[in-house]
């Protein structure tokens, strides 16, 4: 029994020998199903994921200020394709790894009528705090200001906006009642928080430019970091993401 023990334990150390940490940077809106993904990821593999959530203007900023992520996730592709350019990412290794939708959250005791008037529901005179990303440097941001400049509703908007740092904190502004309404990623939305405490518009996708999210590999990724980039692009990770409404 005891050499049994002890060959477990032999076994077990053998297995997480060559363990390692990875540092991924990933924007707000994943910060559901990346936890998901991270959590099968260690399971799998001994590797351990250190998550840093925010904005992907601040975290292209920090990269580029030497800060030491492996694996960065952005709400869009143009960031990572960027680092690439300047030579921060891995040349010809970033991928989309899912394409974002932004909907409309107000919480189930909110009076706002989303069914009815879909995004004209922010110009109306009871919304008076509407929250969104801050479009500087968040691209789910952007998007929100996109659709409703589409929606010729954003005149009517545009002095009642609650920026957030990135959108997890827009949906906390609803979500504590500083904003009455938010236009917020899909995949906070479809978060049981969210689902079982709101109601929801999708906004149709047309009315902005596709959030294609990319996943780029940093330079000095050793081969924890490589293995997890990859990992994205497994059909268990897919799996995720889909759950909490991305595209391929």
Do not use: C
């Amino acid at each position: 029994m005891k050499a049994l023990v002890i060959g477990v334990f032999v076994l077990f150390g053998a297995l997480h020998l060559h363990a390692a940490d990875v540092n991924v940077a990933a924007a707000s809106d994943l910060n559901f199903a990346i936890k998901e993904i991270i959590h099968d990821f260690e399971e799998n593999t001994g590797h351990n994921v250190r998550l840093t959530l925010g904005s992907s203007g601040n975290f292209f900023a920090q990269i580029k200020n030497g800060a030491p992520f492996d694996v960065f996730l952005s709400a869009d592709v143009e960031y990572p394709k960027r680092l690439e350019t300047e030579g921060y990412a891995v040349a010809g290794a970033t991928f989309v790894y899912g394409v974002g939708r932004i909907a409309l959250w107000v919480p189930t005791s909110s009076p706002l009528d989303l069914e009815k008037f879909g995004m004209n529901v922010v110009a109306q005179p009871r919304t008076r705090k509407i929250a969104i990303a801050n479009p500087e440097h968040a691209p789910y941001g952007r998007a929100a200001v996109a659709a409703m400049q589409h929606a010729h509703v954003y005149e009517a908007a545009s002095t009642k906006l609650a920026l957030g740092e990135n959108i997890s904190q827009a949906a906390q502004f609803v979500q504590s009642g500083a904003a009455d309404l938010g236009i917020i990623a899909m995949s906070l939305v479809l978060s049981d928080a969210m689902r079982l405490s709101g109601r929801y518009w999708l906004i149709p996708p047309d009315w902005y430019p596709k959030l294609e999210q990319g996943a780029a590999l940093l330079k000095h990724a050793g081969p924890a970091g490589k293995a997890f980039h990859t990992w994205l692009r497994q059909p268990h990770a897919k799996s995720v993401l889909n759950k909490y409404g991305f595209t391929e």
